[in-house]
């Protein structure tokens, strides 16, 4: 059995409860899940089966009702909303499927933007290099309604990879995109991840895209299982 | 399908969801203002009135030559109108070899109906408040008789067929105003002695006067009754006919309310719009459903348009509720302030606040609502498709209409009206025009700045559109309160400093020109300083541009009283400090020789004078004529001594007259007065010092009023800037997340905001105190006829003050954004 410092992202019976008028809802049902360094994993599963939960408080985004998440050896139940902003802000970085640029931004601000909350001083070159990495170096004074869905997803990711995550949390990346962008934003996004030797989560109901991925798992009723 | 039940379905369902409580809650604020201010300027412009109506005693007085005919008490009664009856007449008082011609006034119990009589039991003893008159057989005089018969209280003295026994010296009688400088000493006695006098015969000179008291709407109607019925010589005066300084403090009084509740509505408005934008977008989604499951446009408009009234009624009324608590609650307060009970509200404020809140809503949050209507129903395909905007200027157009309907009821001055609206209109104008400038030019500082002021500035200066806007509706909240906080400090201060401590509080009359030199010599000793003695020649009008002046071919009653009684003239070289020319130029130098006239400009237009127009008056038998070449504004509310018209020297100096001045004696030198009419007892001396004091009341008492009612309009505008915060909510909330998600902590968000709404502040405050100064001056120099000076300071001060207001306001109208989860960020949108 691996080591336990081997895992970057542990999930240890977590548990998610929202109240609604017919009473208790589980949404998440004692997931104990582990992801290793440099590992990608999809976790997939049909709308509403509770997948986007799941990324959320792996992430550090919300609090488990119940277990806890350790990511990068921090049990996140121990941190406020401050503290798990500054892991957040260190070790993991986001894609969203609805791109979720700031729209009084131009692209170049954008994805300096991690790295400014970071205090960073070379704050504009360094997001100069990552938009260059993602092909957009003639665009960067552009703002998102400049730019295509393909593109702004890319200066998502250039966003993403901006501040030199350890993790990176992608949801639904391509959702809001054709099939032929989707098909080179996923390669755009696992050749970085290579590059970068970065630990992906990613949330899809795409099964062709869960399989570029090294591990899947199933969320199905608050519950998870492996697809082997 | 039944719109209306759907529409009431509709609402109960929307308001519990949260989208309609933003606009609900806005209509209600607004009325609650509108109504708490109409309450309270109802029920204090009512005590004003009252108090003002002290100088004549009663509400109403009707003033006769010949005995008031039962019938007119009588119908007194039957209004259940409060009623006294008074003579006055001169007469001869004697004491042994000693006679003076006195005013004497018989009165009855309810003498005076306002306002109380004061005396003191010896001359010049303390003074002290008395609710009774004087007995049978016994008098009240005042400190002149005393003077001039040598007699003291306790003495007695005749009054035709009669002796009196002086039981008090009468120190103050509330209508004492009328015609200050024609006032022989005064005596005060029962009219039940009246006939025992013997003094009441046919063809005697006696005024009769019926006082009458009571709400302001049986006065209004006895009034309309009598204006209807009255004899030919009688006359009536109200509040408003009263004295001209008292006459214009009050107009002034009604148009500093009016013009602050006039400004609510605007903000109220304001703050209706942006919430009713906010709920219709948010409502295409809605709309584009109903459309697609078969609801036809106009259904779908009429849907909203009964919403829109259900929630403008109640609202409406749920705000006239909570404003008649704010007033009440407001008048708790004052209670400890002010000594004067105020009449209780009337019902009128409810009606005028329902009025006014559906007129506003109707016209600030129908045009957005109705954009609903022409939802596509392909939106739920295509949620790109949004209805066409309303045209903009149907909505401006509804808006001024809007203003201009409530302006002239609210304010109840068209001229005023305009110049708030357009003044306002004007300010938004040029507001968003300034401030895309602005913002152009602080987009270019964006790269130099650190993390929170650039993520500041980026948040105003990127929606450039969204910001201006923003700009626009808080700067017009801000310079309408930094107008009202400029009126309030610059235009109040300067009215009130034409009345300041030292305002002249003694007239001397009746100086003879031979005493000139010495009274001017006497005082210049006494008090230390030279004090101006006027001339004054009375003389009739006879004629205007040689056509004779009959009283009769006025029709304004004013205009035929003053064309039948003898007028004030003066002459003098220079023209006095608190006189301004409106027209024409003054004459230079004695060496004129030609008779010129200068004529006041109220009384030359109720005359119909004319520049270039030749008076001729009556003086002594002799004829003077003379081109009237300016026309004057006269500062009333000086007390200094003025004229309604005045000549050069070369036409009046050389006709018979008198001198006159006024000045102030402090109360620790009043004994100079003693001294002064021992040497001159010819000389008239008449105390204005408790005139002075109810003034300066009434002034007090609309300064208070003025700025409870800022109160309220300071909460409109915070109101809008709530209402504006609203409007960018969703967009805040969504970037709150994403900020969070990436990392930034609280402190952060907070810089950001911070700085952004610092920015805004900055910026709003600058731009506005230029609008509010442009809209003061032209206030002061078109409405109130004040000289003022802007104190240069403000245009600092008000970015600063904005900053303080928006920065708190803006971070509680955003703290939902703070706590925000960052896992908004994952729900789908």
């Known amino acids: 059995m691996d080591s336990e410092n081997n895992y970057i992202v542990q999930a240890l019976g977590l548990g998610k409860q929202v109240a609604s008028p017919e009473g208790t809802l589980i949404i998440l049902d004692a997931i104990n899940l582990a992801i290793k360094k440099g590992e990608s994993l999809a976790i997939i599963g049909i709308s509403g089966s509770g997948k986007s939960t799941l990324l959320g408080l792996l992430a550090g985004l919300d609090r488990p009702t119940t277990g806890k998440v350790i990511l990068n050896g921090t049990d996140l139940n121990q941190l406020d909303e401050d503290g798990r902003a500054l892991i957040r802000n260190q070790v993991v970085g986001f894609v969203f499927q609805s791109f979720h640029l700031l729209p009084n931004l131009t692209a170049l601000e954008n994805t300096a933007l991690p790295l400014e909350l970071a205090g960073a001083e070379q704050a504009d070159a360094m997001a100069m290099q990552k938009l260059q990495a993602v092909g957009l170096a003639e665009r960067i004074h552009h703002y998102p309604n400049q730019l295509s869905g393909g593109e702004q997803q890319r200066v998502a990711i250039a966003r993403a990879f901006a501040g030199n995550p350890q993790i990176l ?41 869960a399989d570029h991925c090294d591990r899947q798992v199933v969320m199905a009723g608050g519950q998870l299982t492996e697809n082997l | 399908m039944n719109t209306f039940k759907f529409a009431s379905v509709s609402l109960t369902r929307d308001w519990h969801s949260g989208e309609l409580r933003l606009i609900g809650i806005s209509i209600l604020i607004a009325v609650a203002c509108l109504s708490s201010v109409n309450f309270f300027t109802d029920r204090v412009r009512r005590a004003t009135e009252r108090q003002a109506t002290e100088l004549l005693a009663a509400d109403l007085v009707l003033i006769s030559s010949a005995k008031i005919r039962k019938e007119y008490i009588t119908k007194a009664d039957q209004a259940h109108l409060t009623v006294s009856l008074n003579e006055s007449f001169r007469s001869v008082v004697t004491k042994d070899d000693k006679l003076e011609l006195t005013e004497v006034k018989a009165v009855d119990t309810n003498y005076p109906i306002r306002g109380r009589l004061r005396t003191s039991d010896y001359l010049l003893g303390a003074e002290q408040y008395n609710d009774s008159i004087p007995a049978p057989g016994s008098v009240w005089v005042d400190s002149r008789l005393l003077q001039a018969l040598q007699v003291q209280v306790g003495d007695s003295i005749n009054l035709g067929a009669m002796a009196f026994v002086i039981d008090k010296v009468l120190t103050y009688e509330p209508d004492r105003g009328g015609d200050l400088f024609n006032i022989a000493p005064r005596l005060l006695m029962n009219r039940t002695d009246l006939d025992a006098t013997g003094l009441i015969l046919p063809g005697s000179r006696i005024k009769y006067r019926l006082l009458l008291g009571g709400d302001s709407e049986a006065i209004d109607q006895y009034r309309a009754y009598i204006n209807t019925n009255k004899d030919d010589h009688m006359r009536v005066q109200g509040i408003k006919d009263a004295r001209p300084e008292i006459k214009s403090a009050l107009e002034r009084a009604e148009q500093f309310l009016g013009l602050a509740a006039l400004v609510s509505i605007a903000l109220a408005g304001l703050a209706i719009a942006m919430s009713a934008q906010r709920f219709a977008i948010r409502h ?14 106009k259904q779908i408009s009429r849907i909203y348009l009964y919403q829109l009234l259900m929630l403008g009624l109640i609202c409406s009324l749920a705000g006239c509720l909570i404003g008649y608590f704010v007033q009440a609650a407001l008048t708790q307060l004052m209670s400890g302030l002010s000594q ?98 602005m913002l152009a030019l ?42 009202l906080t400029l009126v309030r400090t610059d235009l109040l201060e300067n009215w009130q400093n034409r009345l300041p401590e030292d305002a002249p509080n003694y007239f001397l009359i009746n100086i003879q020109p031979d005493q000139v030199d010495g009274v001017k010599s006497f005082l210049a000793h006494a008090l230390q300083y030279e004090i101006e003695l006027y001339p004054m020649i009375r003389g009739r009008l006879t004629k205007i541009n040689d056509v004779a002046v009959n009283p009769d071919d006025y029709e304004n009653p004013r205009a035929s009283r003053l064309a039948a009684r003898e007028f004030n003239l003066s002459y003098a070289t220079k023209m006095q400090a608190d006189n301004r020319l409106v027209a024409g130029r003054w004459w ?37 004529s003379g081109h009237v070449i300016n026309l004057r504004w006269v500062e009333w509310d000086s007390f200094h001594v003025n004229f309604f018209v005045v000549s050069n020297p070369a036409a009046l100096k050389t006709y018979p007259g008198t001198f006159i001045s006024s000045f102030y004696i402090p109360e620790s030198k009043r004994s100079i007065l003693i001294g002064l009419v021992g040497k001159y007892p010819s000389i008239t001396i008449l105390d204005v010092d408790a005139l002075l004091a109810q003034v300066r009341t009434i002034m007090n008492q609309v300064v208070r009023t003025i700025e409870f009612v800022f109160i309220f309009t300071l909460l409109t505008g915070i109101a809008v800037l709530f209402a504006t915060l609203q409007s960018t909510h969703d967009a805040r909330t969504q970037e709150s997340a994403l900020m969070s998600a990436l990392g930034a902590n609280r402190k952060q968000i907070i ?62 109208g955003t703290r939902k954004v703070l706590s925000v989860s960052p896992m908004l960020i994952l729900k789908k949108t």
């Open chain 1, 169 to 209: 949390f992608a949801d639904e990346p391509t959702g809001n995109l054709d099939h032929k962008t989707a098909q080179r934003i996923i390669d755009l996004l696992f050749d970085l991840n290579k590059e970068n030797s970065t630990t992906l989560i990613m949330v899809t109901h795409d099964h062709a895209i």
């Open chain 2, 588 to 624: 230079t130098g004695e060496s004129t020789v030609e008779p010129y006239f200068s004529v006041e400009e109220g009384i030359a237009e109720t005359l119909g004078i004319n520049m270039g127009d030749t008076l001729t008056y009556s003086i002594a038998g002799q004829e003077i």
């Open chain 2, 284 to 297: 295409y989604d809605n709309c584009a459903i109903m459309r697609c499951l078969g609801l036809q446009q």
């Open chain 2, 751 to 812: 810089s950001g905001l911070v700085a952004e709404f610092m920015l805004l502040g900055l910026i709003t405050g600058l731009l506005s105190a230029i609008a509010a100064s442009v809209i003061e001056l032209a206030l002061a120099v078109f409405i109130f006829k004040m000289d003022i000076v802007i104190n240069p300071l403000i245009w600092l001060i008000a970015p600063v003050v904005c900053c303080l207001i928006i920065v708190p306001t803006g971070l509680f």
């Open chain 2, 442 to 483: 602080l987009a270019r500082l964006q790269p130099h700045l650190k993390m929170a002021a650039r993520y500041g500035l980026a948040n105003v200066t990127r929606r450039s559109n969204h910001s201006i806007v923003q700009i626009m509706g808080i700067g017009i909240g801000i310079t309408v309160m930094l107008l």
């Open chain 2, 340 to 437: 004067q009970t105020l009449p209780k509200p009337s019902w009128l404020p409810v009606l005028s606040g329902l009025f006014a809140g559906l007129i506003t809503v109707l016209a600030f949050a129908l045009p957005p609502l109705m954009r609903l209507g022409a939802v596509s129903p392909l939106r739920v395909l295509r949620r790109d498709l949004t209805p066409l905007p309303v045209n903009n200027y149907l909505i401006y157009s509804l808006a001024v209409l809007a203003l201009m309907l409530l302006g002239p009821w609210q304010a109840d001055n068209i001229s005023l009206t305009l110049y708030t609206v357009s003044g306002l209109f004007l300010t938004a104008i040029l507001l968003a025009l300034a401030a895309k400038y």
